[in-house]
């Protein structure tokens, strides 16, 4: 099946700064992509859907100014923390999704980030 | 979309077969069910895919009734490695929709 890769696997940053994960569709191209963010022992928890070449759309109560979505090609979305805190400290997994033609999505999934924020 | 209710939790044994149940009472026309299977610190893994009766892979069987009302994922001679959180998700394949996992159901097989 097609891969989705995620960069870094882990990040450990301080408190106030900013951080970058970036989502890329290896094999495919990718209409759209989502983000989502999992504490211990808890499901997926959908942050955002982002279209390559709009706005992302963010679920209600995440928000968009702490959490910058960028879908700038086909292959590739980055979430950029930003002022992180060290509630942000979470598991953070991006999905792609790919259009086969004359057919239905497939959707697939990054491996995560571990976001650590001391 | 589609609400789905799955047991919290399951325990089993190397060797048994596994059957996990979802409901989905509201699960519309367009709607395909999808089940994913997550191991700690990764992405979820897809596991199996279908719309109505049974489909069958290499890892697992999915049965889905006649009214698709819900749907049993089911993974024979479970070995300790299949341990994991499994989580059933119905949505419109076709139209495109927002992928909004559950609580998942989380398996443990014990030796």
């Known amino acids: 099946g097609a891969v989705v890769s995620q960069h870094p696997s882990r990040v450990i940053c301080k408190s106030g700064t900013s951080v970058k994960i970036e989502c890329r569709s290896l094999?495919?191209?990718?209409?759209?992509m989502f983000w989502y963010r999992q504490f211990p022992k808890q499901s997926l928890m959908l942050m955002a859907t982002s279209n390559e070449g709009s706005k992302a759309t963010y679920e209600q109560g995440v928000e968009k100014d702490k959490f910058l979505i960028n879908h700038a090609s086909l292959t590739l979305s980055t979430l950029t923390v930003t002022s992180a805190h060290p509630e942000d400290s979470s598991f953070y997994i991006c999905?792609?999704?790919?259009?086969?033609?004359?057919?239905?999505?497939?959707?697939?999934f990054g491996p995560g980030t571990r976001l650590t924020v001391t | 979309l589609a609400k789905t209710t799955q047991p919290i939790s399951m325990d089993s044994y190397e060797g048994q077969e596994v059957n996990i149940t979802c409901s989905h009472n509201n699960i519309a026309t367009n709607d395909y069910i999808t089940w994913y299977q997550q191991f700690p610190s990764q992405g979820p893994r897809f596991i199996i895919q279908g719309y109505k009766t049974k489909v069958t892979n290499e890892v697992a069987s999915l049965f889905i009734p006649a009214d698709r009302k819900s749907s049993t994922l089911s993974l024979p001679r479970v070995s300790l490695s299949d341990t994991a959180v499994y989580y059933c998700?119905?949505?419109?394949?076709?139209?495109?929709?927002?992928?909004?996992f559950g609580a998942g159901t989380r398996l443990f097989v014990k030796a």
């Open positions: 998700l119905v949505g419109d394949m076709i139209g495109g929709f927002k992928t909004i």
């Open positions: 094999d495919f191209q990718a209409t759209t």
């Open positions: 999905s792609a999704r790919d259009r086969l033609a004359g057919s239905f999505y497939e959707q697939y």
